[in-house]
């Protein structure tokens, strides 16, 4: 009897560390299955909607929202601007590990092919707008325009809950591919590359 008093004692006593086991083992498998490459855009802090976002929105061959934002040097630049040519717009942030990987791809892509039609635009959901975007473009050597997120172009874009979120979009406007997460170079060139040979 007095053995089975001890028993109960001793859980009574250290049912706390269960439950903080329990709980730790719980968190645990949420990180290891959203480790997909992206970062989680609710969890920043960037006013980004936190809505569940399938991973070609809007449907591919549907037209590309048009939007007007402004970039890190100040300008007005929109979508429709770039009619005729092949754009990526890339949502990301500074903060995010893989958009960080992706960006010296987005430098050498745009390089390469801008004199052949092709546009590369990145759409920051950073909180710190301008303050956070500039030093980081000039540490990476960014060439392309960086534009600051607004809540109603992230709306018109299905939401964003992951990044870095990318859309390519061909010479008539059209979504023709989206991706959630990290891609390597050359899944976008590929596209790019396709996209410029069509009429």
Request: aromatic content about 10%; overall charge positive; hydrophobic content about 40%.
């Amino acid at each position: 009897m007095a053995h089975k008093e001890k028993q109960k004692s001793f859980l009574e006593k250290n049912i706390h560390l269960v439950v903080i086991a329990v709980v730790a083992l719980v968190v645990g498998a949420v990180y290891l299955n959203k480790s997909d490459g992206t970062a989680n855009a609710s969890t920043s802090t960037t006013g980004v909607p936190s809505q569940s976002v399938p991973s070609a929105t809007p449907d591919d061959g549907k037209t590309a929202p048009d939007f007007t934002l402004m970039s890190s040097d100040g300008k007005q630049v929109s979508l429709s601007d770039y009619k005729g040519k092949v754009v990526v717009v890339d949502f990301w942030a500074t903060w995010c590990p893989p958009c960080k990987a992706e960006i010296p791809d987005f430098i050498k892509l745009y390089s390469q092919y801008k004199n052949d039609g092709f546009q590369m635009l990145g759409i920051s959901v950073d909180q710190g707008g301008l303050k956070a975007v500039v030093p980081f473009m000039k540490q990476y050597g960014v060439n392309y325009p960086i534009l600051l997120a607004s809540d109603q172009v992230v709306s018109a874009y299905g939401g964003i809950q992951g990044i870095p979120t990318t859309f390519v979009i061909d010479k008539h406007g059209k979504v023709r591919a989206a991706f959630e997460g990290y891609r390597p170079a050359s899944v976008f060139e590929d596209l790019v590359q396709k996209l410029l040979k069509e009429k």
